[in-house]
């Protein structure tokens, strides 16, 4: 598979401060590529150095094979969706979309079947007369993207495209977004602080901290094996208990947790007799789902929260007094355990994983 951007070792430098800290990635041609992570952790930053908007301290950029070293933001491949759509609002749907084919001077009958095209693909053929005023936030968004897709870029960047959308559109959206770029076979560049957004959409997610690339891997990959404590940490739920090495060896370690003891997977961890496990809330099973599980053990319920679709539980282990988080799906049938009830808990060997502490 070609690859459509390349970064190599590349770091930015504001004033003192290191925003990206030598990354190297490789996008291959027509994926769906993101990075994530939290507020200032250097993602837009990343973004704006693959546009031209940004200029690398050190390191290097190629996209489609070609070193972006000294091509102008205007002349590279990309064309970037942000946050704020930033629509002309006197000009109708059609002539935003429309807007970049004429400041090419493209041919009349060019620009109005690529402009068509452009809005079918966004659903959005009937409103191609109507004001951005007379737009649905979801609807102005679908203008955005037909009107960056429109010039048929090699690799189109998002900035927070759903950022300014309530909950239940931006899931709308997500699913929107993925399908529109299965169908265009666009390179998606993708950035978000949502971790939610980025597991639905990428094949491949950068998962960023402090300038850094933590993890790059499949969705499945990072929220099954997190690489580091805090890939673990921020993507899903997970609890993080200290634990005593017992030994560690070949990818896992023997840990205990007061007298329980069981083994882990290891992330990163470079030895040494004490360490931080990650246990996801609904890798642990409560009750009769507990039985014939690798690990197993009892707990006294401390608090119950209902959530609709589940149940948490706090749970008290056995001889260590240390308390965890169990998420258990609401099947609609059972009620929910009260606090200060006995249970069993168990999990299985994959479900843990060890990092240092820290
Ligand atoms: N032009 C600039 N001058 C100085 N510092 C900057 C500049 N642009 C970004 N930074 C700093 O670099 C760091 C990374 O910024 P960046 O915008 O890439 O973060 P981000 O991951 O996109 O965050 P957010 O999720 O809040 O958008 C931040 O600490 C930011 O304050
Ligand atoms: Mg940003």
């Not at 972006?68 to 935003?96: C, G, I, K």
């Not at 300014?164 to 709308?172: G, S, T, V």
């Amino acid at each position: 598979m070609p690859s459509d951007v390349e970064f190599i070792n590349v770091s930015k430098v504001f004033a003192s401060y290191l925003a990206v800290d030598d990354i190297s990635f490789t996008i291959p041609q027509g994926s769906f590529f993101s990075l994530l992570g939290p507020s200032g952790c250097g993602k837009t930053t990343t973004l704006r150095m693959t546009s031209g908007l940004e200029w690398p301290d050190a390191g290097k950029i190629r996209i489609a094979g070609h070193d972006m070293r000294s091509v102008a933001a205007y002349s590279r491949p990309t064309n970037m969706v942000f946050q704020r759509w930033a629509l002309f609002p006197h000009m109708t749907v059609a002539q935003n979309v429309a807007f970049g084919l004429e400041v090419d001077r493209r041919p009349r009958a060019e620009i109005r079947k690529r402009v068509s095209e452009a809005l079918a693909l966004v659903d959005l053929l009937p409103f191609a007369e109507r004001k951005p005023r007379q737009l649905s936030g979801g609807q102005m968004q679908r203008v955005a993207l037909a009107r960056a897709l429109v010039k048929q870029p090699k690799v189109l960047l998002l900035d927070e495209p759903l950022g300014a959308l309530d909950l239940k559109l931006r899931m709308q959206m997500q699913l929107e977004l993925k399908r529109i770029q299965r169908e265009v076979g666009t390179t998606f560049m993708y950035v978000t602080h949502d971790q939610g957004e980025a597991l639905t959409m990428s094949d491949q997610i950068a998962v960023m901290n402090k300038g850094k690339i933590e993890q790059l891997d499949s969705p499945q990959a990072i929220y099954d094996r997190p690489a580091t404590r805090f890939v673990a940490s921020f993507i899903g739920n997970t609890n993080l208990v200290p634990v005593e090495v017992l030994e560690a060896s070949g990818g896992t370690a023997r840990v205990a947790i007061g007298p329980l003891q069981f083994s882990a997977r290891t992330g990163a961890f470079s030895g040494g007799s004490v360490g931080t496990v990650s246990i996801r809330y609904e890798r642990i099973r409560i009750g009769a789902e507990a039985a014939n599980r690798d690990t197993r053990t009892r707990g006294m319920i401390k608090d119950t929260i209902f959530s609709g679709s589940a149940v948490l539980y706090v749970v008290e282990l056995e001889g260590s007094g240390v308390q965890i988080t169990i998420e258990v799906p609401h099947d609609g049938t059972s009620s929910p355990l009260h606090a200060g009830s006995a249970v069993d808990i168990g999990w299985d060997g994959g479900a843990t994983t060890v990092f240092d502490n820290g």
